[in-house]
C-alpha cells in the first residue's frame, strides 16, 4: 500500500516526506450535468459552457461564501465521505462525428473499486507531510479554457493530462492534448491544483492568484502555507465513439471540449471547499491513505455512504436545454475552434 501511495505523490509532482503523508481516495456521483458556473459566472443563469458536478447539492447559480454556506445548505452529498459538501467540477467532453453533430460523452465509475458510481468523478486530496485544511468559503480554479498550444499549458500550469486507457490499469503515455487514436477503455482526464496559499485570502479575481505550485520542494515566501493537492480523475466513456468511420475524413481526433476546444489544452477545473466543520483537517492529521485500488477510504476519523447511497444525491437541471441525442452545436452555442 505505502509504495503505491509513493507512486501518487510521485506522479503529482509531490515530495514524499518524513513526517507522513496523506492519500485521500474517495469517489464522487455526478450531481447534474449542467450550463451554470457560479465561480466564473455567478449569477449567470445559463453560464456560457457546460460543466459536469459533483459534491454537495447546495451547489447554484451564486455560491456567495458570505451567504452560502455549503455544509450547512446542503443536506445530501454525491461523494461517499458524508461530511464533504465540498463541489468539483469541470467542462463536459463532446464526440464530434464526421457529418458535423455533436453527442454528450458520458463520465462512468472509475474501475479501479468505483464501478457502482453513476459516473461523476475521483477525488484525491494528497499531501507530502503535515497541510493546512481549507477555510469556509475557499474556492479556486486551474487551467484556461482559452489555451490552445502545448507552449502555453506547460508555462503556466503542471500536471493536467489525458490518459487514453488500454484498459481499466492504464497509467503511462499520458499527453497534454486530446488522444489521437480510439481507447479501448475510455478516457482518463487528470486535473491537479496547487498545494501552496497565500494564507490571507480564500479567492482572488481571477479565482487563482491565493494559491500558487511550489518552488522545488518547498512553498515560495508569497504563498507559504501548505495545502493539500486537490486531484479529480474523470473516466470519460468514448467507447461508443471508437468507429474511426465515424471520425473527421482528415484524420484528425473527434472530441472536444464543451467551450469549444478541440485541441485539450484548455483543460480546467473549479472547486469550491464545502467540508464539515474539522473533518478534512481531521483526516490530514490522521496521515490517512486510501486503497488507489479499491474502494476502501481507510480513514477512521471520517464517516462514510456507500456508492448505492451517493448516487441518490443528485440536483434537477435548472437550464433547460437539450444534452441528449445528436445536436447541431455544442449547448449555449459555443464556437468549436
Known sequence: MQ???????????????????????????????ERLDPLVNPGENPSPHLHQVVGGNAFNVTMDPNVHDLPSTATCTSCTPVEDFSNYWTAVLFFKARNGTLHRVNTFGNELGFTGANGGQTVYYLTSG???????????????????????????????DFTCLATSMTRGGQTTHFPTQPCAAGIMVS?????????KNIDSPDHQSHVAYPVGNACPSTHPVVIPQVFYETYWDTRPFNN?????????????????????????????????????????DANCNSDLFANQIN?????????????????????????????TSLPGGMPID
Open 130 to 160: 503535515k497541510a493546512t485544511a481549507f477555510k469556509p468559503g475557499f474556492r479556486m480554479t486551474v487551467g484556461d479554457p482559452s489555451i490552445r498550444t502545448a507552449e502555453e499549458l506547460n508555462r503556466r500550469y503542471k500536471y493536467m
Open 244 to 284: 474511426k468511420a465515424e471520425w473527421p475524413a482528415d484524420g484528425s481526433q473527434p472530441f472536444v471540449w464543451s467551450f469549444g476546444d478541440k485541441t485539450g489544452y484548455g483543460i480546467h477545473g473549479d472547486y469550491v471547499f464545502g467540508w464539515k466543520g474539522d473533518a478534512l483537517q481531521r483526516a490530514l
Open 191 to 199: 486535473i491537479r491544483f496547487p498545494t501552496c496559499w497565500d494564507g
Open 299 to 327: 480513514c477512521p476519523t471520517l464517516q462514510t455512504q456507500s456508492l448505492a447511497d451517493a448516487n441518490k444525491c443528485t440536483k434537477p437541471r435548472t437550464v433547460t436545454e437539450n444534452l441528449d441525442g445528436w445536436l
Open 3 to 33: 509504495l503505491r501511495n509513493l507512486a501518487i505523490l510521485a506522479a503529482a509532482g509531490i515530495a514524499p516526506s518524513v513526517n507522513g503523508a496523506a492519500t485521500l481516495r474517495f469517489s464522487c456521483s455526478q450531481l447534474v450535468v
